[in-house]
């Protein structure tokens, strides 16, 4: 099986530790991963703010990238929701049957991290410690676009040493919301400090979630209460530990 990772525009440019855990985590479970380096975004923040014609470049670039490859992982259910479903609304709108084709093609071949663990490679258990409290925020397009249900909580369960807690009101989204945060600001940080409060109610030490970007949102509200309680991507934890099985 030919896999690759996108590593993402965040993972690229502000937590590169996220990409590096996906790989050490799938070499750990025998999958060699390829890093094409002609990946770009994958155009989400064009299509969410109804610039739809304008995410046509970044469409073509990965067609370009991961057309080939019989699975490409991404560490964040943003950008895999943008691929498995945005993209096939961007490629209808360009007139280009050739470019229609090649989205029908690679689109089910984009897999979140806990869905290409779970279903592609059947594991729960990936051999992690992490002697930590945790708690899950499940993301907006994780839980609602991709429909993940509990696959990233029984990879977490599965981590040896880690106490799951439940998150108060896990379900409501964090705020961020790309480009919302910025033009709606306001709403974005209230509805941010009701995701703060509710994870240190929780009691966890550490939050985890598998995207980035509401990772981003919430660890600056906790960093600006001078709150303990650390924020960490689900590959992160997944990639802890000697690799032993429980």
Known sequence: MRVALMATC??????????????RLLDRLGVQVEFPMGQTCCGQPFVNTGYVDEALPAVRAYADAFSGFDAVVIPSGSCAGSVRHQHSLAARRSGDPALEAAVAAYAPKAYELSEFLVDVLGVTDVGASFPHTVAYHPTCHSLRMLGLGDRPRRLLEAVRGLELVDLPHALECCGFGGTFALKNADTSVAMGLDKARDVVASGAQVLVAGDSSCLMHIGGLLSRQHSTVRVMHLAEVLASGDGAGS
């Open 10 to 23: 965040l993972g690229d440019l502000i937590f590169p530790d996220v990409p590096r855990a996906t790989v």
